[in-house]
C-alpha cells in the first residue's frame, strides 16, 4: 500500500525551481532518505510534505486524502526539523511529553511514555533537567522522542543527526532505524550523508537540482546508478573517461582497452561514457610475468590503511585507481611497489557522463 504520494510536485522561489515536478510514492512502513548535495531542494520538499510550504503547483496526498492545502498542524505527522523548535523554558520530560498533553493522554500513560522514550534516547537521569542545560546532541535526541511521542503516521526528519559527534550519530541511526522497524512508522529523513541513507533507509530518492535523479533500494542505486552524478554521490567509486563504440570493449585513458560485460545503458549511448567501478571489486595482485585480459600495470602511489580496512591508490599511467582491500588480505602492501590491477568485467558499470549545465 502507498500511504503518501506526490504528484508534479513543484516550488518556485522567484524564477528559480528549488523542486521541480516531483512524482514519489512512499510505501507504508518504510524509511525513505531524501538524499543529495546542499540545496538540491530536499528541505523544500520535506516542508511541502510537512505542510509548511504551499507547492507553486501538484498534489500532496495521504491515505488517499489530498492534503495539499491542508495545513501543518492538522496533518497528525512528527516532525525534527534542522531548528530543533525546543520549548527551553520546559523539562526534557515535559518537553517529550508536550504532544500527549495536547491530546490528553492520560497522566499515567503520558508518565510510562515519556520514560520509555528517555530510555531510549538514553536520557532517563535529565528527565527534569530544563533543556536549556543540553548540549546541542542531547537536544537532538530529545527533539526526536518529542516528535515519536504520540505515534504519528509519518515522521518526517530533516538532518537530525547532523550536530551530533560521529560516534553518537552511528548509534542514532542503528536506534532511529530499529524504532522505525519496531514502530511500522512511515518515515521520510533527509540527508547529504550517503553512508548514512544507506544504513538506514529501505529506500533512497537521490535528488539534483530540485529533481529527483534516482529512486531505489540502497544497494541497487549503489551497483546500479544511472548517471555519473548519482554514482559520485553514492559510494566511494573509480570513475574514469572511456572511449566505447558500441561493443564490449573500452579505451581507458591510459590507452589500455578491457572488455566489459554490461552493455552500456540506453541513457548513456548517445553521449559521452563514463566507466564505473568501485574500489572493492578491483583486486590488487603481485605484478608477474603476463597479465590476463582486464589486468592493468601500475605502481601503488597511496595506501590508507586505518585497520579494519585499507584503500590503496594505483598509478596506472594515465590515470588513477583506487582499490578497497584489508590489511589482512595485503599484509605487503607498499608504496611504490609495482601492483596488478583487476577489473572483472561484471564488475565494470559504463553510465552516461554528467552533462554540463
Ligand atoms: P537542501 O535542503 O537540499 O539543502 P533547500 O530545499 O533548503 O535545499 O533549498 C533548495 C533551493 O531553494 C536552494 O537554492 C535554496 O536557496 C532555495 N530556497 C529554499 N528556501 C527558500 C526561500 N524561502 N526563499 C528563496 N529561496 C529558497
Ligand atoms: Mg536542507
Redesign the pocket.
Known amino acids: 500500500m502507498t500511504h503518501l504520494t506526490l504528484q508534479a510536485v513543484t516550488?518556485r522561489?522567484?524564477t528559480?525551481?528549488?523542486?521541480d515536478h516531483v512524482d514519489l510514492a512512499v510505501p507504508d512502513g518504510k524509511l525513505v532518505c531524501?538524499l543529495?548535495?546542499?540545496?538540491?531542494?530536499?528541505?523544500?520538499?520535506?516542508?511541502i510534505i510537512a505542510g509548511l510550504?504551499t507547492p507553486s503547483s501538484g498534489a500532496v496526498a495521504f491515505a488517499g486524502r489530498d492534503l495539499t492545502h491542508v495545513p501543518a498542524n492538522q496533518r497528525d505527522f512528527g516532525m525534527v526539523f534542522q531548528s530543533l523548535a525546543l520549548f527551553p523554558h520546559m523539562t526534557v520530560a515535559q518537553n517529550v511529553a508536550y504532544p500527549l498533553r495536547l491530546r490528553r493522554v492520560e497522566r499515567s500513560a503520558q508518565a510510562r511514555r515519556v520514560a520509555e522514550l528517555l530510555e531510549l534516547i538514553q536520557l532517563p537521569h535529565m528527565a527534569d533537567r530544563p533543556v536549556s542545560q543540553l548540549s546541542g546532541g542531547q537536544r537532538q535526541r530529545v527533539a526526536i522522542a518529542r516528535a515519536i511521542a504520540s505515534s504519528p503516521k509519518l515522521l518526517l526528519l530533516?538532518?537530525p543527526l547532523s550536530a551530533l559527534d560521529a560516534k553518537l550519530r552511528e548509534a542514532m541511526q542503528v536506534e532511529i532505524r530499529l524504532l522505525q522497524q519496531r514502530l511500522g512508522i512511515t518515515t521520510i529523513m533527509?540527508t547529504?550523508d550517503q553512508r548514512e541513507a544507506m544504513t538506514m533507509a529501505d529506500e533512497i530518492v537521490v535528488?539534483e537540482k530540485?529533481r529527483i535523479a534516482q529512486v531505489g533500494k540502497p544497494l541497487d542505486i549503489y551497483r546500479n546508478p544511472v548517471s555519473e552524478f548519482v554514482a559520485d554521490f553514492i559510494g566511494l567509486g573509480n570513475i574514469l573517461p572511456v572511449t566505447h563504440d558500441g561493443g564490449d570493449r573500452i579505451g581507458l585513458p591510459g590507452g589500455q582497452q578491457i572488455i566489459v560485460d554490461a552493455a552500456p545503458r540506453a541513457n548513456g549511448a548517445a553521449g559521452e561514457v563514463r566507466l564505473l567501478i568501485r574500489p572493492e571489486d578491483v583486486s590488487m595482485r603481485a605484478a608477474v610475468a603476463s597479465p590476463g585480459p582486464n589486468v592493468l600495470a601500475g605502481k601503488v602511489t597511496f595506501i590508507r590503511d586505518v585497520g579494519a580496512s585499507l584503500e590503496a591508490t594505483i598509478d596506472c599511467a594515465g590515470f588513477t585507481l583506487t582499490a578497497a582491500t584489508t590489511p589482512r588480505e595485503t599484509p605487503d602492501l607498499q608504496v611504490g611497489m609495482p601492483i596488478f590491477a583487476e577489473l572483472p568485467p561484471h564488475a565494470c558499470k559504463l553510465i552516461a557522463a554528467r552533462t554540463a549545465h
Open positions: 516550488k522561489f522567484h528559480a525551481f528549488a523542486v531524501f543529495g548535495p546542499s540545496g538540491c531542494g530536499k528541505t523544500t520538499l520535506l516542508r510550504e530533516d538532518e533527509v547529504h535528488m530540485g
